[in-house]
């Protein structure tokens, strides 16, 4: 019973260069949504997706990108990557609207 | 937007203690979810609760929707309780699950 689960756990990344976070769930959920968590703040929404094809913007989007090919992934793209982006990233996922979000175990990642 | 604000910032509890944490919004909502991250970083939600009571063991969570506040109790607190207690809000008329965190609620339990 893996629920959602994130790739790489930690990264380290030098400025300007490119990766991409992947996140799988296999609950059949149609929502994934893409956070980042910064000390001392709680988590603010990146990108979210409500189905398969669907991809739409959070409070903080920029510097990132997302594609949402199959229902079972989310990905999340840094396409050149930078300093502020240094966080840890979770990535959620629910059934429908009005359901629990369930999260996974988050990507530790640092910008140099 | 909406402003999700939590209360107390810290709380220190010796272990068997209770507690309530306070979690007050701006707006209206129809979504509130209360989440649990413990000291290894994992995130598990607590409860789904746009408005009323709900218990699991021995938490329980009460959202007033009208006055726009919700309360986590913990009883009987212990040591594995400790870490840090979000509570996230989606604002009314949204339909996407989107949610905005409050800043948590530290809280350690001590043996």
Request: net charge neutral; with cysteine.
């Amino acid at each position: 019973n893996a629920g959602v689960t994130q790739t790489p756990k930690f990264r380290v990344l030098k400025t300007g260069q490119s990766m991409t976070l992947l996140c799988a769930q296999d609950m059949n959920h149609e929502y994934m949504y893409w956070y980042r968590q910064d000390p001392g703040m709680g988590l603010r929404l990146i990108h979210y997706s409500v189905g398969e094809g669907t991809t739409a913007k959070g409070e903080v989007p920029d510097g990132y990108n997302v594609s949402r090919l199959k229902k079972q992934n989310f990905l999340l793209g840094l396409e050149s990557a930078a300093p502020s982006q240094t966080s840890v990233y979770f990535c959620a996922s629910s059934d429908s609207s009005w359901q629990p979000q369930h999260f996974g175990d988050g990507t530790r990642l640092s910008i140099l | 937007g909406i402003q999700v604000e939590q209360s107390p910032p810290d709380l220190i509890l010796q272990e068997g203690a209770n507690s309530t944490l306070r979690c007050n919004f701006s707006d209206s909502v129809n979504n509130l979810q209360w989440f649990h991250q413990n000291p290894w970083g994992q995130l598990i939600n607590l409860f789904y609760i746009p408005s009323g009571t709900k218990q699991n063991g021995r938490l329980s969570a009460t959202t007033v929707a009208t006055e726009r506040y919700s309360l986590l109790y913990i009883s009987s607190s212990q040591t594995t309780d400790s870490g840090v207690y979000f509570c996230a809000v989606e604002q009314y008329g949204g339909a996407t699950n989107k949610l905005i965190f409050g800043t948590g609620t530290l809280l350690a339990v001590q043996p």
